[in-house]
């Protein structure tokens, strides 16, 4: 009888340039290695989270329960953009080899299902082969290579040093790719579909707080500005002297703070309170597109009745 076949489901653009929504087949008989890389590095598929366990020589057992929240903000929005990859046990059993922030904050988020890569048993040489390979397409967006960059880090153990030498990358190009991981999935999201580039997103990787990255993000697209003039907007907020002018005319009260987090809470947003010293301000709420902008006027729709 034939295996059930796991459900797919298209991943969008950016992944899906990594993926050919193969059937994950744990256990290939004697087949060629162009074929066995090719499903290394493109075997992803949707499944259940009651089907994963996690790994028990898992070494981090504490994560920070702000970033795990965050986190878990982020997937209600946008869903899991980065797979969680796992080894197949059995024909409805997995576990986890990379990926456990990501897996508890789907939990946290009430996702029943996550994309995730599978892989062989055994295969470690075979997907460190298949990724270094993968990565020397010339069709990759800066998003791909740095997802492929984390795999390897994450699944074959390296540490930048080594993962520079497998790549033929200096350590400092690896380094780059890799915070771009740590941007907001709507400038990550960017870079995929190419509305800004590596160079770009680069200089919005050097701010340090999201809704200022999201802010210069908006400018930089609105106004299509270059590279260069992005790095010069990006140091005018964040030089010595604009951080200390900022600090001292725009730091909101402390009353201030606790209504914008109060906001930002219950609308599930980040939610940003500008107030002048005459007292007048504003309230800005982003949106990521027609349906979260209805999901936000439903919230507040409710609050107001």
């Known amino acids: 009888m034939a295996k059930k076949k796991i459900k ?55 994560f920070m329960e702000s970033e795990l929240n965050e986190l878990t903000e982020s997937i209600k929005v946008h869903g899991l953009i980065q797979p ?21 904050a789907s939990k946290l988020a009430g996702l029943t299902e996550v994309p995730a890569y599978i892989r062989i048993a055994n295969d470690q040489e075979m997907l460190e082969m298949a990724l270094v390979e993968n990565i ?24 930048h040093e080594e993962l520079s030498q497998r790549v033929a990358k200096n350590r400092t190009s690896v380094t780059n790719y890799l915070r771009l991981l740590k941007l907001p999935p709507e400038i990550q999201n960017s870079v995929k579909d190419k509305t800004i580039t590596m160079g770009h997103a680069r200089a919005l990787a050097g701010v340090n707080e999201i809704m200022l990255q999201l802010d210069l993000f908006n400018k930089v697209v609105n106004n299509k500005l270059s590279v260069r003039a992005t790095e010069e907007l990006v140091k005018s907020y964040t030089s010595p002297k604009a951080s200390s002018a900022k600090n001292a005319a ?25 107030r002048k010293s005459n007292g007048k301000g504003q309230i800005v709420i ?16 409710n609050e107001v009745l």
Do not use: H
């Open 250 to 274: 725009g730091r909101l009260p402390d009353e201030y703070m606790r209504v914008q987090d109060g906001l930002s809470q219950m609308l599930e947003a980040k939610v940003q309170l500008k």
């Open 84 to 104: 969680i990859t796992v080894r197949r046990l059995s024909q409805n059993a997995y576990q986890l080899i990379s990926g456990e922030r990501r897996l508890r």
């Open 136 to 159: 020397q397409r010339a069709d990759l967006n800066a998003m791909e290579v740095a997802f492929t960059y984390q795999r390897l880090i994450d699944e074959c153990s390296l540490t």
């Open 8 to 62: 797919k489901r298209e991943l969008g653009k950016g992944i899906a340039a990594l993926l050919s929504n193969m059937d994950a087949n744990p256990n290939p008989g004697p087949i060629e290695t162009e074929e066995v890389i090719k499903e290394l590095t493109n075997n992803v598929a949707m499944i259940a989270l009651n089907m994963v366990e996690v790994n028990p020589w898992q070494p981090r057992k504490r």
């Open 286 to 301: 982003p949106f990521l597109n027609d349906k979260d902008l209805n999901r936000l006027l439903d919230l507040l729709e």
